[in-house]
């Protein structure tokens, strides 16, 4: 087992790219092995890189048993509105494949693995029970929430049963630059982009408020997890507090240079199931490991606009990690 080598599952998507970035250019002597599901050039990012699918538990078995790492970001997963038995086979199935080759590694109590979550397996929370905990109840609302959910108890049940010290990261709401048009901010973004002053922008819950950190702090929560986190334990990524999606819409207006501009409530944008308000309590990172968000919110939206650093090509890939202030 070589001393010093990182494994990243799902390394060709949005988060895989960026903790690429951060692991080449912060620990540039870390031997990466990378692996994606779709042909990607991450060769400049990555020494090694396989195209598999996690659901094929001998192409995942040949490839962690060839990488044989120390560390350990898996990353790889279903999102979207597929159905509850696609995101089983991808988020569930699929790690297990990941954790049973990984467990079956003579040494396999020395590796480090940290397992990228989602918040929203918390699902429905209550006013008084904010800001969210770990300890919180989980009660996912969608098919991928709760695949995400089985897949963290999924991690735990690894840690206790066959010692694999998987480190559980529960994100936030993402953003930054190279995010899917799918999702907000990078949804507002895109239609800004096709608007003159005077037309009309389609929104759906504008009130809803969401906790949302920068990709980019992600992916050094990930370095300082693998480096300080405790084995079994989950952990919130987030900024700490919640900014209503008008806020995030009015800061694009404003940085788009638009000055006349209408909203129009689209009824298929608007989720019976949205949760009003929901930010983290950061207290088990930020004490175990010294990790706090750094990148404002309003630096992030500007990236996001002007394009600097999508697809991980941001000219100051560690913004994130200076800001940084030592653990303790």
Not at 14 to 30: E, I, N, S
Not at 285 to 305: F, K, Q, V
Not at 317 to 327: D, G, L, Q
């Given at each position: 087992?070589?001393?010093?080598?990182?494994?990243?599952?799902?390394?060709?998507?949005?988060?895989?790219?960026?903790?690429?970035?951060?692991?080449?250019?912060?620990?540039?002597?870390?031997?990466?092995?990378?692996?994606?599901?779709?042909?990607?050039?991450?060769?400049?990012?990555?020494?090694?890189?396989?195209?598999?699918?996690?659901?094929?538990?001998?192409?995942?078995?040949?490839?962690?048993?060839?990488?044989?790492?120390?560390?350990?970001?898996?990353?790889?997963?279903?999102?979207?509105?597929?159905?509850?038995?696609?995101?089983?086979?991808?988020?569930?199935?699929?790690?297990?494949?990941?954790?049973?080759?990984?467990?079956?590694?003579?040494?396999?109590?020395?590796?480090?693995?940290?397992?990228?979550?989602?918040?929203?397996?918390?699902?429905?929370?209550?006013?008084?029970?904010?800001?969210?905990?770990?300890?919180?109840?989980?009660?996912?609302?969608?098919?991928?929430?709760?695949?995400?959910?089985?897949?963290?108890?999924?991690?735990?049940?690894?840690?206790?049963?066959?010692?694999l010290p998987v480190?559980?990261?529960?994100?936030?709401?993402?953003?930054?630059?190279?995010?899917?048009?799918?999702?907000?901010?990078?949804?507002?973004?895109?239609?800004?982009?096709?608007?003159?002053?005077?037309?009309?922008?389609?929104?759906?819950?504008?009130?809803?408020?969401?906790?949302?950190?920068?990709?980019?702090?992600?992916?050094?929560?990930?370095?300082?997890?693998?480096?300080?986190?405790?084995?079994?334990?989950?952990?919130?990524?987030?900024?700490?507090?919640?900014?209503?999606?008008?806020?995030?819409?009015?800061?694009?207006?404003?940085?788009?240079?638009?000055?006349?501009?209408?909203?129009?409530?689209?009824?298929?944008?608007?989720?019976?199931?949205?949760?009003?308000?929901?930010?983290?309590?950061?207290?088990?990172?930020?004490?175990?490991?010294?990790?706090?968000?750094?990148?404002?919110?309003?630096?992030?939206?500007?990236?996001?606009?002007?394009?600097?650093?999508?697809?991980?090509g941001n000219p100051?890939?560690?913004?994130?990690?200076?800001?940084?202030?030592?653990k303790g």
């Amino acid at each position: 087992m070589a001393e010093n080598r990182l494994l990243v599952t799902g390394a060709t998507g949005f988060v895989g790219k960026w903790t690429l970035h951060h692991w080449r250019t912060v620990h540039p002597d870390t031997e990466i092995w990378a692996a994606g599901d779709r042909p990607d050039d991450v060769s400049k990012l990555a020494d090694e890189f396989s195209l598999w699918d996690v659901r094929d538990a001998d192409a995942v078995e040949a490839f962690v048993h060839a990488c044989r790492p120390t560390r350990v970001i898996h990353l790889a997963g279903l999102v979207g509105n597929a159905s509850l038995a696609e995101h089983l086979a991808v988020n569930v199935v699929g790690t297990e494949h990941l954790y049973n080759s990984l467990a079956g590694m003579t040494g396999s109590d020395e590796i480090r693995v940290v397992q990228a979550g989602t918040a929203a397996i918390y699902g429905s929370v209550a006013p008084e029970e904010l800001p969210v905990s770990e300890q919180n109840p989980l009660r996912p609302l969608t098919a991928y929430a709760l695949s995400k959910t089985t897949q963290d108890h999924l991690a735990g049940m690894f840690w206790r049963t066959r010692s694999l010290p998987v480190i559980r990261a529960r994100i936030f709401n993402l953003l930054g630059p190279g995010q899917s048009e799918l999702l907000v901010p990078a949804t507002f973004i895109k239609q800004l982009r096709a608007l003159h002053d005077g037309q009309s922008l389609e929104v759906g819950n504008l009130a809803c408020r969401r906790d949302f950190v920068d990709v980019r702090d992600v992916a050094w929560a990930f370095d300082r997890l693998l480096a300080e986190g405790r084995p079994g334990e989950a952990y919130n990524v987030g900024s700490g507090a919640s900014v209503s999606i008008q806020s995030i819409l009015d800061e694009l207006i404003d940085i788009s240079g638009l000055h006349d501009i209408s909203l129009k409530a689209e009824s298929t944008r608007i989720r019976r199931n949205d949760v009003p308000d929901v930010y983290a309590d950061i207290t088990a990172i930020a004490e175990d490991t010294g990790w706090r968000a750094r990148i404002p919110l309003r630096e992030s939206l500007e990236a996001m606009w002007t394009g600097s650093g999508a697809e991980g090509g941001n000219p100051d890939p560690t913004r994130a990690m200076r800001r940084e202030p030592s653990k303790g």
